[in-house]
């Protein structure tokens, strides 16, 4: 036996002795073709697969997904529903039935086996970590909604009572009713495809129909506004409302477009914003013409009306941070 072999083969002792059962050892148990391997680099994300570190089960136990199941890395990785489409696209790939034991060997069969195995490992640990972190800010925003919608209402009844329930507030009420569907639409997605694995596609889709006729409408709201409507005088020129037609017109085309994308073309797996498409891009355009044609509106019917400068400078900046984060937060 030479050097080499008689270190690896301490080595291989030492290894059985320290990591005994471990998770790791289940997938690595022989050291001689893992250090002789023809090919692959280990990356982040397959050293969270092989060592199995970095799983929520060591702060708390159960899988989301999978009420008393822990969720450990087998679980991630080879049992749990919630990633079973990665898991099958795996086994087509590398075909055949992976398990914990089989898995490195797999990897070893060729080089592209060895690039398929380390995707799925960095396509779940993100799905895991999307799952952790979305969730619970998506419940918080629709509680924010919530809250919203009961304040608004209660207001509406209010300014009803007065007969002071104008056409903007109601513009304001239906695109936050429309904005809270579209929310719950998206809680729903996140958890049936935790529940299921499979992505709910339609109300998925409905979702962003709702928030999109959300948007529209407070993009009308904020119009309307900028214009005086409401404010200063009771009513629009017909020139005016010519104008808004057509730019609301191109918006709802411009949405339309983008839905029927999502639908047929669009992989939302492969491009992480909307805007990265070519209706998307149009939409995001029109938007930054949106906001220019706004400050103008506003600056000139303040300086109509002394009175409401103050109205319209606070009307200024927050409209201003509505049109200009809300696309980069899409
Ligand atoms: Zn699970």
């Known amino acids: 036996m030479d050097e080499r072999a008689n270190s690896l083969h301490r080595w291989q002792l030492l290894w059985d002795a320290s990591t005994n059962g471990s998770w790791i050892h289940r997938l690595i148990p022989r050291l001689d073709p893992w250090v002789n391997r023809p090919h692959g680099e280990v990356n982040y994300y397959l050293t969270q697969m092989l060592s199995g570190h970095g799983f929520k089960y060591e702060e708390s136990p159960e899988c989301p997904a999978c009420p008393g199941v822990s969720e450990d890395a087998e679980h991630v990785f080879f049992t749990c529903p919630h990633f079973n489409v990665h898991c099958s696209t795996l086994e087509t790939a590398l075909g055949g039935r992976i398990q914990p034991e089989n898995l490195v060997e797999a990897m070893f069969s060729s080089e592209t086996a060895w690039e398929v195995t380390s995707a799925f490992a960095a396509e779940v640990l993100k799905d895991l970590r999307k799952a952790e972190h979305i969730l619970p800010l998506l419940i918080a925003v629709g509680f924010f909604y919530i809250i919203l919608l009961g ?115 669009f992989d939302p797996g492969l491009v992480l914003y909307i805007y990265e498409s070519p209706p998307g891009f149009g939409l995001l355009t029109l938007k930054i013409l949106a906001w220019g044609i706004f400050v103008i509106c506003c600056w000139r019917t303040s300086r109509k009306t002394t009175t409401k400068f103050h109205f319209y400078a606070s009307l200024l900046s927050l409209g201003s941070i509505w049109f200009l984060c809300h696309p980069l937060t899409v």
């Open 151 to 265: 304040l608004s209402t209660y207001m509406a009844i209010q300014l009803r009572y007065r007969r002071l329930l104008h056409v903007t507030y109601r513009l304001y009420i239906g695109s936050v009713i429309l904005q809270s569907i579209g929310i719950c639409c998206e809680i729903y997605c996140y958890i049936h495809q935790g529940l299921t694995g499979f992505e709910a596609h339609q109300t998925s889709l409905a979702g962003s129909l709702y928030e999109g006729g959300a948007e529209i409408i407070f993009t009308l709201l904020l119009f309307l506004l900028a214009l005086g409507y409401t404010v200063t005088r009771s009513s629009l020129t017909i020139k005016e409302v010519k104008y808004i037609s057509y730019f609301v017109g191109m918006l709802i085309i411009l949405q339309l477009t983008l839905f029927v994308y999502q639908w047929e073309i």
